[in-house]
């Protein structure tokens, strides 16, 4: 339950003159009311506010360069790999031996 979100959408979805903030709504509800009206006079931040709470932050997108721009370099350093190589050989060696009768 999300009482602001549910707020928000209830609002959304009613007319300019349901608006008005009225004694027995919930608080979730007034803000709700408050943040409309204000988007209705052209401000920004009670759009994206609203905006953000009933569809989500849009994504942003993130760019990783390297060096001067240029490409990102990536190093794999492949310590250990002598050590995976052997378990994965020691674990084949028991597989093929269980079936076998000593």
Known sequence: M???????RLVASG???D????GDDSVPL?????????????KIPA???????L??????????????GGPLQV???DQGLDE??????EVSARIRNRGRKS
């Open 19 to 22: 608006l008005q903030v009225q």
């Open 47 to 53: 759009m994206e506010m609203v905006a953000n709470r």
């Open 30 to 42: 007034a803000v709700a009311k408050v943040a409309a009206r204000e988007m209705l006079k052209g």
């Open 55 to 68: 569809e989500g932050k849009p994504l942003q997108g993130l760019r990783i360069e390297g060096a001067e």
């Open 84 to 89: 995976i190589k052997r378990r994965i050989a």
């Open 75 to 77: 190093e794999v350093e």
């Open 15 to 17: 007319t300019v003159k």
């Open 2 to 8: 999300k009482p602001y979100t549910d707020a928000h």
